[in-house]
């Protein structure tokens, strides 16, 4: 594996749009459709196995210990090196596609949910780590709007992918491709350059783990936002797929392919404009997008009203994401760049895990309560807004919020 110095890297490339820029790209489509594709079959998956009072836990679990391995991957990808790290999560998730259909009771199924997680928390550390050190400063919006419009690309094939497979084949068959999905995500960056000026061979004494390795102060602020912004992700994870039968639609990946068209319309322009316009004025309007998706889909009794609520989250998703990604990357010391995204990336995992658990709660299975679980983001998006209206006051739209 080669070893280019940051610097280097910097000085040659007049435009961030190298061939490692887009085989990073490639791999995230495949690796997030990857895990993705088998999400909307999952609950009744579970349903079928008597679990129905665990649906929560689908997501909860697996951005539980997603959350536990940022402190790791951060670690890791400031020592070892990026490349690594992007390699090894996918690894996992190839032989996880395969146990799935072995793994046919409640808590075994919980189980794998447990290790898809953990495995999953590795490779975004490693490719944002990785963006940041190939791409300066002044195009790191645009960059990581257009790697997100990437991951969306798989987050939006994946689910009604992987739904199609479950109905056309089977729930098996689904499974085996996305191990098959995650092994191509790990092919593709083969020959992959390492951009870790200095690497450090791997020692196990690297797993433990100190709270200074944990939290990047430096990235509280967007990290803050970013919680607040993502609760309402696990919730409509957790929430739709049951909304989308209630409403009598076939397919449950449908909502996620509508909203994340939406957000890879939106990632085309929106991180460009956080370069131009500030990292604060872009997040006030995506917020206020997912102020009104949350409060719409709590009223989405229709068709027409559900999908509504999925474009308008995914104009949220598409403007929030890359550009608290960019915030982020402005904010971290180059020296633990790895610690700082993986301090977001525990706020992201946090914020999922209570979406999902208090999203499943306040549902309760009832169909007349799913506006509760919708209406609580809204609330939460709100706090958001009124923290980053209040920060503009007194910082201008790069700085941190005190």
Same mark, same amino acid.
């Given at each position: ?17 190298? #061939? ?12 997030? *459709?990857?895990?993705?594709?088998? %999400? ?12 129905? $009072? ?21 670690? #890791? ?27 046919? /009771?409640?808590?075994?199924? #919980? ?17 944002? *780590? ?15 709007? %257009? ?23 089977? =729930?098996? /068959? ?23 000026? @200095? !690497? ?41 797929? $049951?909304?989308? $039968?209630? #409403? &009598? ?7 996620? !392919?509508? !909203? ?20 604060? &004025? ?17 009223? *989405? &009794? ?18 929030? @994401? ?23 990336? %525990?706020?992201?995992?946090?914020? %999922?895990? =209570? ?10 299975? &009832? ?10 983001? *809204? ?14 006051? !007194? ?8």
């Amino acid at each position: 594996m080669n070893t280019l110095p940051l610097q280097i890297l910097m000085n040659e490339q007049k435009s961030f749009y190298t #061939l490692q820029f887009w085989l990073l790209c490639a791999s995230s489509v495949l690796f997030m *459709a990857s895990f993705n594709m088998i %999400i909307p079959e999952l609950p009744s998956y579970l349903d079928s196995m008597g679990g129905q $009072d665990y649906k929560g836990l689908i997501i909860g679990l697996f951005a539980g210990t997603a959350l536990i391995s940022r402190p790791f991957s951060g670690k #890791l990808a400031d020592t070892i090196g990026r490349v690594p790290i992007m390699i090894i999560g996918p690894l996992v998730c190839v032989a996880l596609g395969f146990l799935y259909p072995l793994f046919t /009771t409640i808590w075994g199924f #919980l189980f794998l949910r447990i290790l898809h997680g953990f495995s999953t928390g590795f490779k975004p550390t490693g490719t944002t *780590a990785y963006l940041a050190d190939i791409v300066s400063s002044k195009n790191r919006g645009e960059a990581m709007g %257009i790697l997100g419009v990437a991951g969306s690309l798989g987050m939006a094939s994946g689910p009604a992918i992987g739904s199609y497979i479950a109905m056309e084949y089977s =729930l098996n /068959t689904m499974f085996y491709a996305s191990s098959i999905t995650a092994l191509l995500s790990v092919l593709v960056l083969f020959g992959m350059k390492e951009t870790l000026p @200095s !690497t450090t061979k791997f020692n196990p004494k690297m797993l433990l783990i100190h709270l200074k390795d944990v939290i990047e102060p430096r990235v509280l602020a967007p990290s803050i936002i970013m919680l607040l912004t993502v609760y309402s992700f696990g919730t409509i994870l957790t929430v739709t797929p $049951d909304l989308s $039968d209630h #409403l &009598n639609i076939g397919n449950r990946g449908l909502f996620f !392919t509508v !909203t994340l068209v939406a957000s890879i319309v939106v990632r085309l322009f929106s991180g460009k404009a956080s370069d131009k316009y500030g990292r604060i &004025n872009l997040l006030i309007l995506g917020l206020s997008f997912l102020l009104s998706a949350m409060i719409v889909l709590g009223f *989405a &009794n229709t068709p027409e009203l559900f999908y509504t609520g999925a474009v308008l989250f995914g104009i949220s998703a598409g403007i929030n @994401s890359p550009t608290i990604f960019a915030w982020t990357v402005d904010l971290a010391d180059e020296k633990t760049r790895g610690k700082g995204m993986s301090t977001m990336f %525990i706020a992201l995992e946090l914020g %999922i895990i =209570l979406g999902s658990v208090f999203g499943a709660f306040f549902y309760d299975n &009832n169909p007349e309560q799913f506006k509760y679980a919708f209406w609580v983001g *809204a609330l939460l998006a709100t706090v958001g807004l009124i923290r980053l209206v209040l920060a503009k006051r !007194t910082f201008t739209s790069r700085a941190s919020i005190g």
